[in-house]
């Protein structure tokens, strides 16, 4: 069992930056598989980004690729979203996900077995 707190959300501008952090209560992350979702109003959620510790291996959606980072802090059992250039259809809320096992589909939600409550994201145009 683990536990996810997400935190970092907040109200920015197009083209600001925000850093979204994920706390894991676990014994350490190295047993998880990491990922990042986001949910726009009205929508599905999406997956982000994700984050192997076997070989820091980082996984991206093509819409983030180049603004987004995916990245962790072991020793504080902390997985960041470093998110640029935000744009509007960024808005929504972000959701930390962890897996026990390297998913096949990464990309999946269904593959996670641990959420966190998510943080709201704001981009205004």
């Known amino acids: 069992q683990v536990r996810l707190v997400e935190s970092g959300g907040g109200l920015v501008q197009a083209g600001g930056s925000l850093r979204l952090s994920c706390i894991a209560s676990?014994?350490?992350?190295?047993?998880?598989?990491i990922g990042w979702f986001h949910r726009a109003p009205g929508k599905e959620q999406k997956f982000v980004a994700a984050i192997t510790w076997t070989n820091s291996q980082t996984f991206y959606a093509d819409s983030v690729k180049d603004r987004f980072t995916i990245s962790g802090d072991l020793a504080k059992n902390t997985v960041y979203l470093q998110m640029n250039s935000l744009k509007s259809e960024d808005t929504g809320v972000y959701f930390c996900?962890?897996?026990?096992?390297?998913?096949?589909?990464?990309?999946?939600?269904?593959?996670?077995?641990?959420w966190g409550q998510g943080t709201q994201v704001t981009v205004s145009s």
């Open positions: 996900a962890a897996a026990v096992v390297r998913p096949v589909s990464v990309d999946v939600p269904q593959s996670y077995q641990y």
């Open positions: 676990a014994r350490t992350l190295t047993n998880y598989f």
